[in-house]
Structures are given as structure tokens and as C-alpha cells.
T-cell receptor, first 118, second 114 residues
Framework: AQTVTQSQPEMSVQEAETVTLSCTYD???????LFWYKQPPSRQMILVIRQEAYKQQNATENRFSVNFQKAAKSFSLKISDSQLGDTAMYFC???????????????FGQGTILTVHP | DVKVTQSSRYLVKRTGEKVFLECVQDMDHENMFWYRQDPGLGLRLIYFSYDVKMKEKGDIPEGYSVSREKKERFSLILESASTNQTSMYLCASSLVGLAGAEQYFGPGTRLTVT
């Protein structure tokens, strides 16, 4: 069974600064996907960024980037130039690749509440 | 845009009542999921469905059942609501066959059982 751990229940950052959210996972799978999802207050959860384990290059999406350390089973999210709209709960999630087919069953971490202060 | 809707944002029910939570998606996704979200526990999968009339138990199926009679609709049923089922319930959908496929979430239903 896979587990995903987010050890930071809450984080805060000043607007325009950079913040890093941590995520570790445990699996015996060799190929898998990792995700960061964002849940703004009273709004729907949306995908921020995804990483496929066999790709060595870290994924980036505008101000969002990841530091994927496969050997350490670590998958942190860096948010650069933080904006007030980044205030949300962030979830790290894992899914095994399962030979190219999957029912899409994600395993989520506990979540980190990020507050961006003006 | 993908749209996943849930029948209620807030719901208050009494212990022992039968509760139906409805979820509808408009993107012709095969996969649909029901999660519950609790503080400090993240999202936990209750049930999922990969096709009409097909269902699989997730990690915490006890006390719940599901129904999927049409591709776009996935219902979560609490046969006899209990106070420990007070929670936020999230529905999601995704394409089948793509392990890295994005899951699209509904707005959630905050259920209180008194």
C-alpha cells in the first residue's frame, strides 16, 4: 500500500516571496505519477502540477515547480512570487502507473494550509 | 470546461436517516469517485466506479453504498446516517486508461449528522 505524508499542517508566506511545501511518499512501485492539487477556500479543488516518476526533469507550471527526488521519495512544491490567490489548502497525491492502465485511484496526503499575507 | 456538480453544498440530517448525495459530470468521463475530507486526514476514497453499473470499494466503504445507473451520474448513499459520517464529501471524475489523468472535482457537500 502507498502512503503520502505532508508534515506541514500550516504554512504562511508574504506576498511576492517564495515558499516550499513538503511531501514524502512510500511505495514499492517503480513508475508512478505524483500530483499537487490546490483547494482554495470554498472553491473546487484543481490540479496544480503533475510529475511522472520516470521523467528526471522536474515539472514546472509558471510560478509553480517541483523538486522530485525519487531515491528519497520526496516531492516538494515551490511557489515563486506568491500571490494572495495562492492562499489555499494544498494536497500531494500519488498514483501507480500500473502498466499504462489505471482506474485512477489517488492516494492523498493530509494537506497543508498555505496563507499568503499582503 | 469540465464541470462536476454536486446536488447540495450543505446538508443537515438526523441520525438514522437515509441520505443521498448526487454527483453529475458533463465530460463523458468513465471514472467517478467519492471521497470524504476530514481535517488532518486529507481525502480518503469511499467508492469509485469505472463504468456504468460497475463499482469498487475504496479505503473506507463501511456505512456507504453507491449507484451508477448512467455514465454522467454517481450517487453516494448513507443507508443510516451516523454522527461519525459528519464530513465534507467530494465527488471527482477522470478519463479511464490514463494513470496520470487529472481528476476533476465538484464543489463538495458539507454533511452534518445530528
Amino acid at each position: 500500500a502507498q502512503t503520502v505524508t505532508q508534515s506541514q499542517p500550516e504554512m504562511s508566506v508574504q506576498e511576492a516571496e517564495t515558499v516550499t511545501l513538503s511531501c514524502t511518499y512510500d511505495t514499492s512501485e517503480n513508475n508512478y505519477y505524483l500530483f499537487w492539487y490546490k483547494q482554495p477556500p470554498s472553491r473546487q479543488m484543481i490540479l496544480v502540477i503533475r510529475q511522472e516518476a520516470y521523467k528526471q526533469q522536474n515539472a514546472t507550471e509558471n510560478r509553480f515547480s517541483v523538486n522530485f527526488q525519487k531515491a528519497a521519495k520526496s516531492f516538494s512544491l515551490k511557489i515563486s512570487d506568491s500571490q494572495l490567490g495562492d492562499t489555499a489548502m494544498y494536497f500531494c497525491a500519488f498514483i501507480p502507473h500500473a502498466g499504462g492502465t489505471s482506474y485512477g485511484k489517488l492516494t492523498f496526503g493530509q494537506g497543508t494550509i498555505l496563507t499568503v499575507h499582503p | 470546461d469540465v464541470k462536476v456538480t454536486q446536488s447540495s453544498r450543505y446538508l443537515v440530517k438526523r441520525t438514522g436517516e437515509k441520505v443521498f448525495l448526487e454527483c453529475v459530470q458533463d465530460m463523458d468521463h468513465e471514472n467517478m469517485f467519492w471521497y470524504r475530507q476530514d481535517p488532518g486526514l486529507g481525502l480518503r476514497l469511499i467508492y469509485f466506479s469505472y463504468d456504468v453499473k460497475m463499482k469498487e470499494k475504496g479505503d473506507i466503504p463501511e456505512g456507504y453504498s453507491v449507484s451508477r445507473e448512467k455514465k454522467e451520474r454517481f450517487s453516494l448513499i448513507l443507508e443510516s446516517a451516523s454522527t461519525n459520517q459528519t464530513s465534507m464529501y467530494l465527488c471527482a471524475s477522470s478519463l479511464v486508461g490514463l494513470a496520470g489523468a487529472e481528476q476533476y472535482f465538484g464543489p463538495g457537500t458539507r454533511l452534518t449528522v445530528t
